[in-house]
């Protein structure tokens, strides 16, 4: 685990304004995301993660935008994922301003794409973003735990663990491993997928999905995280950052 536990808000966006739904439903707007990335950073965020929950070229112009405004006012790591399909889209995203991007769908696709990156870019850039779930009917995993897209509706038949293996032998920097089960409900996250990715790769692991109390956060680096990432207890005003950390500074971990 890294020296110090991160805290990090995903803000996700939809034509320039943040959403917030359960399991990617019913989303409802949260607000203006410079003005949202310009509190977290006020509170003490220790980066910031932006999804484009549109993901399609003829939003890329908006993103690019909201990525730029926001660099020019916030001074910590930007992580930029959401219809990233080649290595020409990771350019444009670090010429606004990214720091790091994510990468999912078009990962799953065609792996070689991890590599790509890595190695023009290096493996510090890439983050690879898996939504996965508690498997489901007929499809069987040996973890248990299946690789998802679509916001959770599609399945793959990918073992997550397996993937987030392979994808750091590809050059993945991080995993933001993200439990569709969990995302949005606010019952805590996932920590036996934690634990089950955890006990697989060695690169840093963001825990995603399901926190609801500044408590919450804790048990997930108990369980193998190195950061931790949430969206609507952020955005709702739930719970703070400064909450976060005094929580985690409370549980004996290190934070910026």
């Known amino acids: 685990?890294?020296?110090?536990?991160?805290?990090?808000?995903?803000?996700?966006?939809?034509?320039g304004r943040v959403v917030k739904g359960v399991h990617f439903e019913n989303l409802r707007d949260a607000g203006d995301p410079?003005?949202?990335?310009?509190?977290?950073y006020r509170q003490g965020a220790d980066e910031l993660t932006f999804l484009?929950?549109?993901?399609?070229?003829?939003?890329?112009?908006?993103?690019?935008?909201?990525?730029s405004a926001t660099a020019e006012q916030v001074f910590i790591p930007l992580t930029v994922g959401g219809g990233v399909r080649t290595p020409e889209d990771v350019d444009s995203l670090l010429r606004c301003g990214a720091d790091k991007v994510g990468v999912n769908?078009?990962?799953?696709?065609?792996?070689?794409?991890i590599s790509r990156v890595a190695e023009r870019f290096g493996n510090q850039v890439l983050v690879l973003s898996v939504d996965a779930r508690r498997e489901r009917g007929e499809q069987h995993t040996r973890s248990g735990f299946e690789v998802?897209?679509?916001?959770?509706?599609?399945?793959?038949?990918?073992?997550?663990?397996?993937?987030?293996?392979?994808?750091?032998?590809?050059g993945a920097g991080e995993i933001l491993l993200n439990s569709m089960d969990a995302d949005g409900t606010q019952s805590g996250f996932?920590?036996?997928?934690?634990?089950?990715?955890?006990?697989?790769?060695?690169?840093?692991i963001i825990a995603s999905g399901g926190a609801g109390?500044?408590?919450?956060f804790p048990p997930a680096i108990a369980a193998g995280a190195d950061a931790v990432l949430a969206a609507s207890i952020f955005h709702y005003g739930k719970v703070t950052i400064g909450e976060v950390k005094d929580e985690l500074r409370r549980a004996g971990y290190t934070v910026r």
């Open 190 to 204: 996932d920590l036996e997928m934690i634990e089950a990715v955890r006990r697989e790769v060695h690169i840093p």
């Open 1 to 15: 685990m890294s020296l110090a536990v991160r805290v990090i808000p995903c803000l996700d966006v939809d034509a």
């Open 34 to 40: 410079v003005e949202l990335a310009a509190e977290y």
């Open 213 to 216: 109390k500044a408590a919450d």
């Open 52 to 67: 484009d929950v549109t993901a399609s070229s003829g939003h890329r112009r908006t993103m690019v935008d909201v990525v």
């Open 105 to 113: 769908t078009a990962a799953i696709n065609d792996p070689s794409l």
């Open 148 to 170: 998802t897209t679509m916001g959770g509706r599609k399945p793959t038949g990918i073992d997550a663990v397996w993937w987030a293996k392979r994808a750091q032998d590809l």
